[in-house]
Nanobody
Framework: QVQLVESGGGLVQAGGSLRLSCAAS????????MGWFRQAPGKEREFVAA????????YYADSVKGRFTISRDNAKNTVYLQMNSLKPEDTGVYFC???????????????WGQGTQVTVSS
């Protein structure tokens, strides 16, 4: 099992960039698939990006392809989400999640961070 803590959120203007970090504790991190999800008020939590244990396989939501990049550094027990060309519709609370197998749906993940707020102004 792992514990996850997100950081790096904030307020940014449309077209700007942010890099989110998810710091993990626990020796199982290096063998865990990681995902990023986001949730806006009144909406369901939606998939953003995922990466397998080795970093060799990545998935992205269509809405963020070409703008967001997920990566991981297992030596540092950290997964990142680089967000470029941000749009107001990217606004929400961003969560990182971990599980044994890579997935693109929230229900497949057992471990979650508390989230970090990202607000994109127009």
């Amino acid at each position: 099992q792992v514990q996850l803590v997100e950081s790096g959120g904030g307020l940014v203007q449309a077209g700007g960039s942010l890099r989110l970090s998810c710091a993990a504790s626990g020796r199982t991190f290096s063998s865990a698939a990681m995902g990023w999800f986001r949730q806006a008020p009144g909406k369901e939590r939606e998939f953003v990006a995922a990466i397998n244990w080795s970093g060799g396989i990545t998935y992205y939501a269509d809405s963020v392809k070409g703008r967001f990049t997920i990566s991981r550094d297992n030596a540092k027990n950290t997964v990142y989400l680089q967000m470029n060309s941000l749009k107001p519709e990217d606004t929400g609370v961003y969560f990182c999640a971990a599980d044994k197998l890579i997935a693109t749906t929230a229900v497949r993940y057992d471990y979650w961070g508390q989230g970090t707020q990202v607000t994109v102004s127009s």
